[in-house]
């Protein structure tokens, strides 16, 4: 019992929402609903789990309980985005309400901004390119290049176009993002720092042969110092058609304003 409430705290010290919610009121013969934003993975109840029945539908849970409560108990809901919520059950005889409705605002902002994101990117990719074609990297016969750097709401749009020259599908591993040292002299020390996008269009990673795409990378707005690139780094599966394109402090500094409503 004590290593389940351990686990049950760490879950709830790593979740990324933690909310206490309303209080529900239950009477015996009478089912109420709860519905989340998204899908139920998990729930326990603090007491009486032997008078209160539960079933859980998707992102339903549909509670009654068998007898009248004697006492109030906690019900404790963590859903597939590792959200968690707090109830307090308690029995009341003239219940008016069968039904509550669970928002997640941060959720909902954060739908909210990918669709934002992607509406924006869609803009951009019927955009002409402000860059020209120097800012390339090459690697038996594919071709990686940036065609634009844009801010809107203090986020970087990265776009970026991969051109498959060869008859051989590219099927990407991963692409990875950082910043770091231009300079390779030994007295220099080591920078390396990870980038992470918050959004991007380039989901299906793989290029068919004699075929070009264009997408795009979201990112917090940065600088970076003169001595310093911004790295990205393709790395192909099942293959040696890597591809590192660097990126200049002087780009990033350059990016143009996306006039998007």
């Not at 997640?104 to 669709?115: A, F, I, P, R």
């Not at 951009?124 to 390119?129: I, K, P, V, Y």
């Not at 051109?163 to 692409?175: A, C, G, P, R, T």
């Amino acid at each position: 019992m004590k290593g389940f409430f351990l686990l049950l705290s760490l879950l709830l010290s790593t979740s990324l929402f933690a909310q206490i919610n309303e209080k529900i009121f239950l009477k015996e013969n009478y089912t109420v609903h709860i519905l989340f934003p998204e899908n139920v993975s998990f729930y326990t109840l603090g007491g009486n789990s032997n008078s209160i029945d539960i079933q859980q539908v998707d992102n339903s849970l549909f509670i009654q309980p068998y007898e009248k409560l004697q006492n109030e108990t906690n019900l404790i809901v963590k859903t597939e985005t590792n959200s968690f919520y707090n109830f307090i059950l308690a029995y009341n005889n003239q219940i008016n309400k069968y039904e509550y409705i669970i928002q997640n605002q941060d959720l909902e902002k954060k739908k909210s901004d990918t669709n934002n994101y992607s509406q924006q990117i869609n803009y951009l990719l019927d955009q002409e390119n402000i860059l020209n074609s120097r800012n390339l990297v090459k690697n038996k016969k594919l071709i990686f290049l940036i065609k634009g750097i844009w801010i809107h709401d203090q986020n970087l749009f990265f776009k970026f176009e991969l051109q498959n020259k060869s008859h051989l599908d590219l099927f990407i591993e991963e692409i990875n993002f950082n910043v770091e040292n231009r300079s390779k002299k030994k007295n220099v020390s080591i920078y390396n720092e990870v980038k992470i996008p918050i959004h991007t269009n380039f989901k299906t990673k793989s290029i068919a042969a004699k075929r070009n795409r264009s997408f795009v990378y979201v990112f917090p707005q940065f600088t970076i110092g003169l001595d310093k690139s911004f790295n990205v780094h393709i790395r192909e599966k099942s293959g040696e058609r890597n591809l590192t394109l660097r990126l200049s402090p002087e780009l990033i500094l350059d990016a143009k304003p996306l006039y998007y409503e």
